[in-house]
């Protein structure tokens, strides 16, 4: 099978062409060249690229850079910013998934004549009864990606290869040392690529913004403090609040971008019984049952009823920040699978 490997130039990649190249298959690399900016804590730096590029050459295979600087700006960085302006916290790397990796690439991997593409991410394609494809949980639950893939369709998951799905991170870099790969001790990319440590969310956005002082009010209206950007407050946020002492924490309940006003709560009025959503979609057909839900990339699941667009909690449930995504999650063989997803609202959006 010709398989076009996307990779980062981490360990997970590096050994899903590893593995791929191993069982017999032609198997060419390419790592995707994304942000033109500052980059020291993602998958968009020169030295991630040259990693890629050293172990392709060690695996004998051939590597590629694809050039989606233009789309990443287009579909990833733009909405990113816009997000934070309207008063949502957006979610960049299910956006690039979406758009570049799981869209762009795959058309140019189709236009190129590859049978498929594969990743690094610790996720796995099943079969349902039927036969049809569907996103499960990673063998590896602290590393699972499902959440971060949810938006495959069936139609992208026929061509899609996940290698390193079935394995754990420690087996991912014990075979990364056996095969000899130079990523084999390389520590995981954790944050917005586009993002340096030294610059902070904040100073990226206030040099594409402009962030406004918002004060903080109780849910009586009383106001008890102040944020310098109300841009940088999200639904469930609790530290880097000027709000004085407490005896009880305090946790932002809701933000007015427009009105600048940013509302505190205690941890029971965090809690709420629904969710509103947009961009509701399923992958296969609706699921009318209840099913666990996620609402981060890394969080835990609950169970919920998607009743047209909304999520009616089992039990209360922290409120979800507009933007935020919600995967649907349902049982199947023992398997936990992804059958839909949509995106947290707020109403008025």
Sequence with gaps: MKVLVAMSGGVDSSVAAALLAADGHEVTGVTMKLWGGASDTGCCSVSDVDDARRVADHLGIDHHVFNFGDDFERFVVGPYVVDHQEGRTPNPCIECNRHIKFDRLLERAAALDFDAVATGHHARVVRTGSGAPRLARGADRAKDQSYVLHMLSEEQL???????????KADVRAMAERFGLRTAAKPDSQDVCFITSAQGRGAFLDERIELTPAEIVGTDGTRVGEVAGVQLVTIGQRKGLDIGGHPEPRYVIDVDVQGARVTIGSADELLTDSTLLSDLAWTGAPVRQPVLVQASAHGDVAEGTVVGTTVQWATRHRRIAPG?????????NGEQVVVGGATADRPGD
Excluded at 158 to 168: A, M, R, S, V
Excluded at 324 to 331: G, T
């Design 158 to 168: 026929e061509c899609l290869l996940l290698p390193i799905g079935h394995l754990t």
């Design 324 to 332: 935020q995504s919600l995967v649907f999650y349902a049982a199947s």
